[in-house]
DNA sequence: CTGTTAGCGCATTCAA
DNA sequence: TTGAATGCGCTAACAG
């Protein structure tokens, strides 16, 4: 059997109220008392019952963060600075410290909700969602509505990468990433090369990540009078023209993506890729083609990851804070700091120009 | 307030008991009963209560997993293969399903013992430790009475991809990875290419997996008569003369690690890194110092992760297969599959032999 | 400053 | 098949 309060309590001659309040240190005790309470708790190796500390306090040290794919260095590196914040650092008592549950959704809707039951179900003191949503009207409402009841039972939500939830209240923090803004210089950067006709291997498009990248895309094609303006408030559709092709956010997508594409519209001289991941299987499928990267095709990721800078040729891509957002999550999700104006803050992304872009090869003229 | 177990019987007009047997299905109940509580459950949009039931009924559904690193692809494949295997399947009940804990600790000893009592006190029903161990006399005794007490209370240990614990007692179950057989091969491969000056671009040495890899290293060219074989059970060292350097298993102990090495030994002809990630490090030193990869120098990386294929020149590593790994860790921790005899497995691993190692230059004689 | 007393929400006896 | 009663280990009032 464990050790429990009591027996530290029999041992060191106290109440099982004594030795709580030392191990919690958040009521004055006698300094020869705590001295005793503390040598009986290390000669029996006392461990704290998290759940019955939890269930007598209405509180857990549990944070949940949701990713699509752990093994996925895009959640890998949110997940691993966000924890790193959370746990507990030197200024603070060994024990404090929160434990973050690190919970692989797949991507799955399913999946989604039923963590958010799990960690409903162990009050979790904070969750955060990580990466683009999936827009399903449905399922959009289903967790909404299940984070407001976290919150409302005090459960802190934060939101990072992924667009607000409107319906859900103020208690949610959002810390957006500029998908947008980063497509649409991305593309505004091969349009500035000469290239006209740039493909787009895309991720899966019910995915906010997805339509924000392309709506960028869009937009800068538009500026330059290549595609019709999308106007606000008009729900994104790709155009029946362009080549466009839809996958996931992995190498093999990427792989796949690039062939169709080159079936659909063997003219292009660009490939705007899903994600750096992808972007890696685009220049694999156009080196088993022949096609040379930057040569023939220029091709470009997005996100930054740390491997893109080894690629070969080096990925022109768009960068993502992404340590820095999960940081920041961590730290509004305990409440250490303050929520930004309006409850959402936006991260800025940056273009990273390597070597897999370059004028398209007939414009040396 | 939140919704209890009390709230749904009264509405249901029974006792909490039968809402609790309704719940765990581990118990009779008449069909009518069932389904008014069943109702009474949907209406009220009742949450269980993880910690009060944990509490009583003394388990509880985390299982925490211990890695060095999230944003490390190795854990990261590791930890997204277990998380799949433990949590609910399509066959389970919903809501069934264990909550995995990825625990990032920073490959920092105090930090795994924090983590180890953190889990120890949400009375965890599983732990998994991955990646090689930090070999310190002190540190894995300190290891080992944690997990002999985890162990006594119930708890399931797994290792994946750390040695044995043999003071521990059979109840940790081990899945090694074969680090020795992996690196041997691989240098016997620069060796049957013709290299003679192999250096190392090593992990920090007092982990086991630098140790095991250094003396598969080690092996091979003892069986060429290129250096002294090492007693079973003497201590693993670096000979003095050896073209060695030591540092992390990222991407810039890499870079400065094959930098330092070219100091030491500019006639290196082939350098092994610790893993892929460290031999991208390498790869770009070498680039940046104007040698090329495999002309000039050739290098080898390990673990086969995902990017590896895709660096220029694709690396030439051994294949580790985590993800099989990870599953298995995972369904021995549920104790859903047998411990293989003796308590432990050894996961084999693979020699890939890509693009970035060739015969040294001034072989084509 | 310290001890006593009630629960926290649930699973599980023991009766009925 | 169901209900009443008890306790899991701890925290938080409330006294002293």
Redesign the pocket.
Known sequence: ?????????ARA?????????V??G?????????ERVRRAVAELD????G???A?????SDLVGVLVNDVADPFFGLIASALQREIAAGPGRLPGDGKLAVVCNTGGSPEAELTYLTLLERQRAAGVVLTGGAVEDRQHTAAVTARLARLAASGTRIVLCGRPPLPDAGAEITTIAFDNRGGARRLTEHLLSLGHRRIGCVAGPLERSTTRHRLEGHRAALAAYGLAPEVAAGEEFRDLPGRPVVHGGYDRSSGYDGALELLRKDPAVTAIVAANDTAALGVCAALRDRGLSVPGDVSVAGFDDLPFSVDAAPALTTVRIPLQEAGARAGRLVLGRSAPPPGAMATVATELMVRGSTAPPSGSAR
């Open positions: 059997m464990a050790v429990t309060l009591a027996d530290v309590a001659g106290v109440s099982s109220a004594t030795v709580s309040r191990l919690n958040n009521y004055p005790v006698a300094g020869s008392t705590r006392y461990v704290v019952n759940q019955a500390r269930l007598a306090a209405a509180s």
